[in-house]
Structure formats: C-alpha cells, structure tokens
C-alpha cells in the first residue's frame, strides 16, 4: 500500500541553525501538506501545497519556514533560524484532491532544537 | 483553537465491549470530519470519514455518526480488540478548505 514517507526520523540542532525536513507524498496525489505538533498539543496545521504554489497557511508559517517542491517526488519544509519553540513532530501529509479528502500522514520527523 | 474538541482525554473498556469515543465541533462551516488512529512514534493513521450530507458511515468495526444539529460526531468501535489501543484524533474540515482541524485526541485501552 502506498505511503507518505519522511527523513530524517529524528533532527537535533542548535538554535538559529537552518533544518530541511523531507517527505515523499504518495506518487499520484498532487496536494502536500505539513503539520506539526508540540508535545502534549494538538496536532496543528502549518501549510498546504499545490501546483507548485502555497495555497494556504497558518499564522505559525512566518518567514522562518519555507516549503518547496525540488523535485518530481520530494516535498521539503525548511525552518531558517530554528527556535526552541520549533521543537516538535512534524508530520507531512498529502491528498489525490482538495475538497472532501483523506490526507495521509507520514511517520513524522521529531525536531528536537537545543 | 477549540473549534474541535474532544473532552475525554481517555478511555478503558474491556475487550469485545464496544468503545465510543467523542468529538464536538463548533464551527458550522465544517462539512467534512475523520477520525484517525496514532500509535507512539508514528503519524496519525486514517480510520474513517464522513461528509456532512449523510449521519453515519459504516467500514468494519468502526462506524462513525454525525448529528449536525449537535455539531457532534462520534466513533464506535465493534467488538474491541487490544489492537485499537492508541490515541484517536477527531479532525474537521470546511468546504472548500484543505486544513484539517484536529481535536486533542482520546487515548483508549482496550483490556483483555
């Protein structure tokens, strides 16, 4: 069965250093997404992504995170200068169409920023 | 964010019992709800779903039921197996969106 897929499983890093977290969507859907979740919160969501263009995001998504589509099958979220308060389980997901769709999630990466 | 909110944070029922677990909402713009199932160290996984139109949805043992006057759905699971022991999220989403909103889950033991 198809699945989400995402590296590194766990990230550690200091604070104010860039981290790329990567995720493979399942081959055939076309909408990506990342959420993430702090420990002992709800599981929110940061950004949504089609077409090569952000179609929707959070008011967690500053000009810190970026997402990107580098290639055919790779979706990357990139934090710039990591906070402490960045640390969390971030989960990628992704859908064959918008409306009235299951996303599927990935395995998550924990980030831990030290 | 309590626009979904699941308020018990957990759940023990004995195996082959049913479990219901539950979830409210508040926002009348949701049309789409699912439930997923999340074990330690792994990302959520999709149990089911129900569109706004319909008042319940039946896949196996599980089987989830809308009452949108009450802006409430929940899930039964039957018979209960030790298996389903994990935390269940409830998640919302409105027409036209692509944002899940999740609520904070239930953690169900189901005991042998």
């Known amino acids: 069965e198809p699945e989400v897929t995402q590296t590194p499983s766990h990230q550690v890093t200091q604070m104010g250093q860039e981290v790329i977290l990567r995720c493979v969507p399942i081959s055939n859907h076309l909408y990506f997404y990342w959420y993430r979740q702090i420990l002992g919160q709800k599981v929110e969501f940061l950004v949504s992504f089609y077409n090569n263009e952000i179609s929707e995001k959070s008011e967690i998504f500053d000009d810190q995170f970026s997402v990107e589509r580098p290639d055919g099958s790779n979706f990357t979220l990139k934090i710039r200068s990591t906070k402490l308060e960045d640390s969390a389980m971030y989960f990628c997901?992704?859908?064959?169409?918008?409306?009235?769709?299951?996303?599927?999630f990935g395995p998550g990466t924990r980030l831990l920023v030290l | 964010d309590q626009q979904v909110k699941q308020n018990s944070p957990s759940l023990s029922v004995q195996e082959g019992r049913i479990s219901i677990l539950n979830c409210d909402y508040t926002n009348s713009m949701f049309d789409y709800f699912l439930w997923y199932k999340k074990y330690p160290a792994e990302g959520p996984t999709f149990l089911i779903s129900i569109s706004s139109i319909k008042d319940k949805n039946e896949d196996g043992r599980f089987t989830v039921f809308l009452n949108k006057s009450a802006k409430h759905l929940s899930l039964h699971i039957v018979p209960s197996q030790p298996g389903d022991s994990a935390v269940y999220f409830c998640?919302?989403?409105?027409?036209?969106?692509?944002?899940?909103?999740f609520g904070a889950g239930t953690i169900l033991r189901v005991k042998s």
């Open positions: 997901a992704s859908s064959e169409r918008l409306d009235q769709e299951t996303q599927y």
């Open positions: 998640a919302a989403m409105r027409s036209g969106g692509n944002k899940l909103v």
